[in-house]
């Protein structure tokens, strides 16, 4: 017998071993089993894969595709991977995979040692997941941290290796990991981060978006640029190490200064115009709206819409700055500690967050030649000399406490293009311009109010107000049907009217310059805006014959009054009604249908509704004759030529200028509605509470600035138009009328006590009417 030259020690180690050994070896038998028989049946179908349908939101463009809008829970570009750029995938790899084109779906290395650091720590503490991992979790498992869920993300891992080729991989994490910021997929947070393209990002700036899948909280460049760019770092050293830039490369993109973009960049302010679009898409696709890629086209034109954007704000603004200044928005006590100060000016700012170029900042400092306020920004700004004008009176040692600013006020600021800071608020009025193509109805340009994050109603579809004088064209219209002619001399004389004549209240309008001109013809009468002449044809014609007479320029017959206050507008229109009422005017009179929509295509680019541009100038859609539309055009020129809206004529230098003021009671609303070539735009300003715009204000000095600043872009290079004249008008007694009214049966004077005077007729009546 040989004896055993083992130690007792010896002995023990090897029966531990052994005894070891079996263990893992039924641990490995137990894992297998459980593999095979628990969870491999029971792993989740890879249809969300091989047939992947990314949730891609609602974009809507203006019809030269700029991008106005998005609406989704996930911000997502699709982008095939063959588009996608190769310093981006090298991006990745560098730090997530760097062998993902080798191995089958598992890094046996890492795995390994995460798994086993895992069983013997009892705990979950490495990752190791390669890319196709990363897909198994991100698309069918939670982010619970367990051994099992690790083991059944390995085996969905080889099955879609299995499944698919690594570039189909690639192509499903590169779209689908979450960025932060609601971004999905790289394209994505390209545009929202850096607002621009995928195609055009530098090394440094894909090499940061790289390193935010690991931890997109920490690693967001938009709220942890610190950290952001401690990852950047991270992800330049690995793709220097595996080659896959130089060492300039890596010392360039080390240096470049990367420009974070704060919020989400549109080409074009346009909210409410991509709101409509919204409603639109919504009632038809309901929460497929949100996720099936749909791009909507719509018929706005970029630079028109920024015209009218910049319109609308530059003279809501310049109207409240003419009516005075009105205290800071709030007050706010600022603790001494500077942390917990900028912590309380933080919280503030919040509550009255900046709108566009009006920036909200809390006063730290303040005397009658200096403010200093810090915006949320975290920056100083400086407000001295003419920048503190508009508030000098909230300056004074002895002004009103509601009214003064003093240390803590919450005041808003705005920077001239100098750099130079002013004095600022937020305005009460609100406004509305819409812009349409008066041949087919199309939008060209919608403003719904001075701000669509404050206030998302839109006064272009939706707010109904007192058209004022702007409503008198169509009552001079309905006059041309009765005899009426531009030369009908009315008188402009004081008319009282008994409870009789009115059937209601006695009544005594004024014209609004409380003047009187005596006999005037009936184109002078509508150029200056004339109420009491106004009121003198409604009751010729009776305002039973007018009011069934509106309806065919679009106008809501139960929105208008059935008595003489008609003619004076104390009815009810939106903005968009009067402008397709006045683009029938403009287009020789027809009614056009105002439309948004030009088509809509999938996330995949394929059509799924177009909208054909009407036809123009279809017989059916005739509302008015021809004839008519053409009088009332050189009356509407008069108007902007000689009358209350010359100033359009002056300040634009054309000729070929249409449309009309418009001045409610009190002055309650102001309207401009105008045309020239094929656009047809009205401008409205006034208070969501009506009240009083102030007595020294008009239509003119309200909104047609509006009108004319857009008009100055819409119809820059285009050239002057003249209408050509329809058969049957003649031009007789000094201006236009129908032939069948030439021979002495037209009405050639109205209400008259005395004979016309001397100059009755404008000289511009000697010559035809431009028309």
């Known amino acids: 017998m040989i004896a055993d030259s083992k130690s007792p020690l010896q002995r023990r180690l090897i029966k531990a071993g052994i005894a070891l050994l079996g263990a893992g070896i039924v641990v490995l038998l137990f894992i297998i089993g459980y593999v095979l028989l628990v969870l491999a049946p029971n792993l989740p179908s890879l249809d969300a894969i091989t047939d992947y349908r990314p949730k891609i939101p609602l974009r809507v463009y203006t019809a030269d595709n700029a991008l106005i809008g998005e609406f989704g829970e996930e911000h997502r570009d699709f982008v095939a991977i063959k588009d996608v750029p190769q310093v981006m995938k090298d991006a990745l790899l560098s730090i997530e995979d760097s062998r993902f084109y080798e191995h089958g779906g598992i890094d046996f290395r890492g795995a390994t040692r995460a798994l086993m650091t895992d069983i013997l720590t009892a705990g979950y503490h490495q990752g190791a997941s390669t890319i196709t991992m990363q897909v198994a979790r991100n698309f069918f498992l939670t982010k619970e941290k367990t051994k099992t869920r690790k083991l059944t993300e390995i085996l969905l891992a080889y099955r879609i290796e299995a499944a698919l080729s690594k570039d189909q991989i690639l192509e499903l994490y590169m779209n689908q990991i979450y960025l932060g910021q609601r971004t999905h997929g790289f394209s994505s947070a390209a545009r929202i981060y850096f607002n621009k393209p995928l195609k055009d990002l530098t090394i440094a700036e894909a090499a940061m978006l790289a390193g935010v899948p690991q931890n997109p909280a920490r690693h967001n ?49 346009a909210d409410y115009v991509a709101e409509l679009v919204r409603q639109n898409m919504y009632a038809q696709y309901k929460d497929d709206t949100y996720t099936r890629g749909f791009k909507v086209y719509t018929t706005i034109v970029k630079a028109e819409q920024d015209a009218a954007y910049d319109a609308l704000r530059r003279n809501v603004m310049n109207y409240d700055q003419r009516h005075g200044y009105r205290g800071p928005e709030a007050f706010i006590e600022l603790p001494k500690d500077e942390d917990d100060r900028d912590d309380a000016i933080d ?13 909200s900042a809390v006063v730290v400092e303040v005397s009658p030649k200096l403010i200093r306020a810090e915006p949320a920004s975290g920056d100083t700004i400086e407000i001295t000399g003419d920048g503190l004008r508009f508030a000098a009176k909230a300056l004074q040692a002895n002004a009103n406490r509601d009214l ?98 009115t059937g209601g209240q006695p009544w005594d309008p004024k014209n609004d310059d409380g003047k009187f001109d005596g006999p005037i013809t009936m184109r002078t009468a509508l150029a200056q805006s004339k109420n009491v002449v106004s009121v003198r044809i409604l009751r010729a014609i009776t305002p039973q014959y007018a009011h069934s007479y509106l309806p065919r320029f679009g106008f809501d017959e139960a929105k208008q009054p059935t008595n003489l206050t008609l003619t004076l507008g104390t009815g009810s229109v939106t903005p968009v009604q009067m402008a397709g009422a006045y683009a029938v005017f403009a287009n020789g009179g027809y009614q056009v249908t105002p439309w948004l929509i030009q088509k809509v295509t999938d996330a995949r680019g394929t059509l799924v509704t177009e909208t054909k541009a009407p036809a123009v100038a279809q017989e059916e859609n005739r509302v008015i004759d021809g004839r ?32 009309k003021t418009g001045t409610t009671s009190d002055a309650v609303d102001g309207w401009f509605a105008g045309y020239a070539e094929n656009i047809v735009a009205v401008a409205w300003m006034g208070y969501d509470d009506p009240k009083s715009l102030g007595g020294r204000e008009f239509g003119a000095t309200l909104a047609m600035p509006i009108w004319i600043d857009y008009m100055k872009q819409a119809l820059s290079g285009k050239p002057e138009t003249q209408r050509a004249l329809p058969e049957g008008v003649s031009f007789m007694d000094g201006d236009w009328m129908y032939n069948e009214f030439s021979n002495g049966i037209g009405i050639k004077t109205l209400d008259m006590d005395v004979p016309p005077t001397d100059g009755a007729t404008p000289p511009a009546a000697a010559t035809p009417p431009a028309g």
């Not at 107000?465 to 006059?479: D, H, N, T, V």
């Not at 509407?636 to 000729?655: C, D, Y």
């Open 221 to 269: 460049p938009a709220v942890n640029p610190i950290r952001a760019k401690q990852r950047q770092q991270l992800v330049l050293k690995r793709m220097l190490d595996l080659g896959h830039i130089t060492q300039a490369q890596y010392t360039q993109a080390l240096d470049e200064k990367i420009q974070i973009s704060s919020s989400q960049q549109f080409e074009a302010h």
């Open 347 to 359: 919280e503030a700012l919040l509550k009255h967050p900046s709108n566009d170029m009006l920036v």
């Open 404 to 501: 003064k600013i003093r240390v803590g006020a919450i005041i808003r600021a705005s920077q001239d293009g100098k750099g130079r800071w002013a004095i600022s608020q937020l305005p009460e009025v609100d406004a509305a311009f819409v812009a349409l193509n008066s041949q087919d109805g199309s939008y060209r340009a919608m403003v719904g109010g001075f701000d669509f994050n404050r206030k998302k109603f839109n006064h272009v579809t939706s707010a109904w107000r007192q058209p004022g004088s702007s409503i008198k064209p169509f009552i001079y219209s309905a006059a041309l049907e009765k005899g009426f002619s531009p030369s009908t001399i009315i008188n402009d004389v004081p008319m009282p009217l008994t409870s009789a004549d």
């Open 628 to 659: 008519n539309a053409y009088i009332v055009d050189t009356l509407l020129r008069e108007v902007v030529r000689t009358g209350t809206g010359a100033a359009a004529t002056q300040r634009l230098g054309r000729k070929d200028l249409a449309g």
